[in-house]
């Protein structure tokens, strides 16, 4: 059974820094993909970094510049490095692929960040 756990939210101040990580577990087959996307409070979610399996990684603008999305192949990790936070990157964050098997997303739980003084 896949499974997705994210980890690293909290509260940080503007100017400050998280790392979030996603767990993955239970996946047997490529994943061509891997996303973070994020949800404030009584908004949709939205997408916000993706790497590819085959080479390169897409932002959002707002984000562009103060995030990287990484991923670690051998311990089954995907990384959002975000600096320079900002009030409006408050939301929970979901790590998320699409799986060829059930032809749907794979969220996991999220994780909340809070940017605030």
């Known amino acids: 059974q896949v499974q997705l756990v994210e980890s690293g939210g909290g509260w940080v101040q503007p100017g400050g820094s998280l790392r979030l990580s996603c767990a993955s577990s239970?996946?047997?087959?490529?994943?061509?993909?891997w996303y973070w996307y994020r949800q404030p409070a009584g908004s949709q979610r939205d997408w916000v970094a993706q790497w590819y399996a085959s080479g390169g990684t897409l932002y959002k603008d707002s984000v562009e510049g103060r995030f990287t999305i990484s991923r670690d192949n051998v311990n089954n990790m995907v990384y959002l490095e975000m600096n320079n936070l900002i009030p409006e990157d408050t939301a929970v964050y979901y790590c998320?692929?699409?799986?060829?098997?059930?032809?749907?997303?794979?969220w996991g739980q999220g994780t909340q960040v809070t940017v605030s003084t």
């Open positions: 998320t692929f699409y799986s060829p098997r059930t032809r749907t997303h794979e």
């Open positions: 239970g996946i047997d087959f490529s994943v061509p993909a």
